[in-house]
């Protein structure tokens, strides 16, 4: 969708990948939006998200399944 690409391409300041967790930092208060529109993708082996002002937590189940989240979400 590319209302999705935009909004993602518009508000994701930077993406980092620890072990299994995807943390995204976003402008302020784009973090819940964002949050909402990542768990509507229904990523396999995500586990849960978790929104702040700035920043969108997701976890997942493996760290194979938080480098397939950080490989798509840039072309979503």
């Not at 949050?35 to 493996?62: E, K, Q």
Request: hydrophobic share 45%; glycine share 6%; aromatic share 4%.
């Amino acid at each position: 969708n590319e209302q999705c690409t935009q909004l993602y391409q518009s508000v994701v300041r930077k993406t980092v990948r620890a072990m299994n967790l995807v943390v995204i930092h976003t402008n302020a208060g784009m973090a819940s939006a964002l949050c909402v529109w990542v768990d509507r993708l229904s990523f396999p082996g995500v586990a849960g998200t978790l929104a702040g002002d700035d920043t969108v937590l997701l976890i997942t189940d493996s760290e194979e399944h938080a480098c397939a989240v950080m490989d798509k979400l840039p072309d979503l």
